[in-house]
């Protein structure tokens, strides 16, 4: 079990899911807007972080990039509203995943197993794991990404997605088959999280964007 920061201004939603993580082992702590959310996490350490966007006083987009600011903490981020642009602006400021409300408690806590899993460190490796394609660099034993020399920063989730491109370079990948390996599930996941992920990824590797090749129908393919 892990420790799970909740932060909503709605009561009912904060203590319901609260009530129900509890019940399973989860250890919750509570708090009603981004202001509150920081100054806890500077006061203590969580392994995961939910936040609901749109909060008085501090939203969770700021707050999120408050926290970044002193630590690596992953984030999920709640919202009523379901636009792709809050899920490009999300991803950008490094927000791991996203779950729109009206939400079930038992999807965000799978979601929120897979996260802190993926954010604990790996065993060391005895070889470099690293991939060049002309100026692109993608060191996976590292876990950078350089372009001319220059690192290319990351959101820990766009950093797994590159790594699982390169690692299965020129074989059609379905868009399940990359929910499942990067995100750890299927059921809960939906096209729109891996389309997402992949117009930031384009974005962050600019000429080598093109690259990651769409397959109408299919997925992705990295060339």
Known sequence: MFHILFVDDEDAIREG???????LGYEVTQARDGMEAVALCRARDFDVVVMDIMMPRMDGFTACQEIRREKDIPVLMLSARGEEYDKLHGFSLGIDD?????????????RLGVLVRRNRPAPEQSRNEVYRFDGLAIDVTARTVEIGGARVDMTPKEYELLFFLARNRNIALSREKLLSAVWGYDFFGDDSTVNTHIKVLRQHLGEYGMRIVTIRGVGYRFE
Do not use: C, D, G, Q
């Not at 996203?98 to 799978?110: G, H, I, N, Q």
């Open 17 to 23: 899911f609260a009530e129900y993580a509890a019940f």
């Open 98 to 110: 996203y779950v729109t409300k009206p939400f079930s408690p038992r999807e965000v806590l799978a």
